[in-house]
């Protein structure tokens, strides 16, 4: 049954309106290269004062494709007297790698070696608030190659695109600021009933008690779940935590992306200090013996990898509707569970919950350093991975934390780093994604971790012939001990390895198809969706380096081997398709259907995969046009791996074209 503590419909609906002070700082900001040993042989054209449009990457301008090092960014804040005596903090989604923020001359602030992860600086003493000030904000950025960054040195396959390369945005709030509002969902599967766990966390230490006013509400239907006000205490985490019951809800799955909306709003007294909102899901995601589980039901997934900042056009300043362009081709792929080489813009997660689509969020040591990391290593990822939990906790899509990528022997390092992460969230997997378990077996470090990985490339980067891949799988079992397995990536790797998308689409059928004999193998994540640019990549100049990997080009047009890939990872097979009165023909060579023509109707049955993928279909139905170009829509049962289900296409149009879809409306297979 639902609680309700304090009501203030109308009077939070009107304060948290007000109180929404989020300033965009994109747009337009001068950009230069200064004078520096890295740019000591550049042309002076080429590092003179230009006007760019943030977000932005200064490696996708002629004449500095290649350049890593310094390079400068300022303009003027939008500051009014009204916002005298408020507090001002300007907040960066992402400058890579370095940054060092000055206002007005002063220095506010640095964040470096982490150009991945958000962050925030209180710039509210050195503003000037006065009518006809003018107010500037200086950030000075660096992309050099580092002994102190990860990704460390050039040991890292993705592009080393510099600048401020995601949203920027000037919160004015009261004198208590909301730093952040984490949301833990707590559900019990056998009635969908649920609690919503919220810590609370603001950037005044020294507060102890706050006053919030908290609301949850459905977003599909527009439904109020839960409307509160509390006065909390400060715990010894320095949160302040309340439970609410929410009721029944609806859970996340990516079939069905329910999303709720929260509001918290801090209160000075009876006036409104600061103001948050954010979506989040009810979902479970649990290894459980030797499968995934997702809402208490097994499942086995397909998935693919997307690189972002392979558009040569955008580098990896993507804008958000090239983000959820690429999102939205890897759901045509039938794609539900995907992986980042490094931490993303939250814009992308937003799309990756709002079209469903899971998601692990990796830090980014990429095969190097090997073995351990070191002191100070060691500290920079352990600030990475607190930074981004703290900003994506609430992303339903997020579904693991990864310590590394292809690292040999450090199995000591990403345990400490697993038990480093779950200080902060204990709800995700922690794993690490290894390249050598045919090799290392036992010793490989993801089996130290809550999942166990493989990226697979029997046959190209590891061993002679694909053919030695079953062997290789019946060792790899013996070692599972009873746990799933998951394929973190397989590709062609061109062009080290040559032969085309026609080897591509010879490579992936093999692939998957061995995958899938394995029950322990809980899904796979394919390498990649596009051609994708690297400062690795073995193709190309400048801008346009690239390796062509993908099965789309870098601007996202499909291969051929995109819709092979597509119906790999369809979890509906077509097994029939006939005339509805139609007679079989047995005495003809191709047992043809003698057809009564005054009926113009067509029987379908369709089978639900039972291997990879595997999981149960809810709220799919099927579209068509019928032979007046009418669309019909005709609803599905729930369905299970391994159901057959037959339907009728009633007056059917001449070629029995039709469409399975999703709840959501986007499109499972055509046919």
Known sequence: MKHVFVLLAAVCATLSASAQTDIS???????????????????????AEKMVEVPHTYNIMDGLEDYAGSACYSRMLPITPEMKGRQLRVHFNGVYHDAIVLVNGNKVGEHLNAGYSPFSFDITQYVDFAPEAKNEIQVMCNNAYSDHNLPWRRKFDWTNDGGIHRDVTLHVSGRWGLR????????????????????????????????????????????????????????????????????????????????????????????????????????????????????????????IENMAGSNPDYGIAESHEYIEKSIRMMKDLN???????????????????????????????????????????????????????????????????????????????????????????????????CNHMFRDLEKDPSLALDLPTWNEYIGTWHAKHRDQLPGYFDEVEKIMNGRPLLITEHGLCEPAFTGGDARRIDEMIYHIGEWKKHPFVCGYIYFCLEDYRTQMGEEGLGKDRIRRHGVCDKRLNPKASFYVLQQLMSPIDVTMVKPELGTKNEGTLANMYDVDTNNKSAVITIRVKDDIPSYTLRGYSVTYADNKGIIQTLPLPDLRPGDTHTFVLKNANTCYNFNIIRRDGSIVLKY
């Open 25 to 47: 700082l994109n747009g337009t900001w001068k950009f230069w290269v200064p004078e520096c040993a890295e740019s000591e042989s550049l042309p002076a054209d080429v590092k």
């Open 180 to 303: 952040y509002v984490h949301v833990t969902p707590q559900i019990d599967l056998s009635d969908s009933t649920a609690i919503a766990n919220i810590s609370i966390k603001l950037w005044e230490p020294s507060a102890k008690k706050a006053n919030v006013a908290l609301k949850i509400t459905e977003n599909r239907t527009g439904r109020v779940v839960c409307e509160s006000s509390r006065s909390l205490k400060v715990g010894k985490s320095g949160t302040f935590d309340v439970s609410i019951d929410c009721g029944k809800v609806e859970l996340w799955h990516f079939d069905n992306p329910a999303l709720y909306t929260y509001e918290a709003t801090l209160f000075d007294g009876k006036t409104v200090s600061d103001f948050r909102s954010e979506k989040f899901g009810f979902r479970t995601l649990k290894v459980e013996g030797d499968h995934l589980t997702l809402n208490g039901e097994p499942v086995r997934l397909p998935g």
């Open 335 to 433: 794609c539900t569970i995907s992986r980042y080489h490094w931490p993303q813009d939250d814009y992308r997660y937003q799309m990756m919950d709002s079209l469903g689509m899971l998601v692990q969020e990796e830090l980014p040591w990429w095969q190097g350093p090997q073995r351990w990391l070191g002191a100070e290593l060691m500290a920079n990822a352990k600030q990475q991975l607190a930074d981004i939990v703290e900003a994506h906790y609430n992303h339903p899509s997020i579904f693991a934390w990864g310590m590394s990528n292809e690292v040999k022997e450090n199995t000591a390092d990403v345990v400490e780093l697993a038990n480093h992460v779950r200080q902060f969230d204990s709800t995700r997997i922690v794993d690490v994604v």
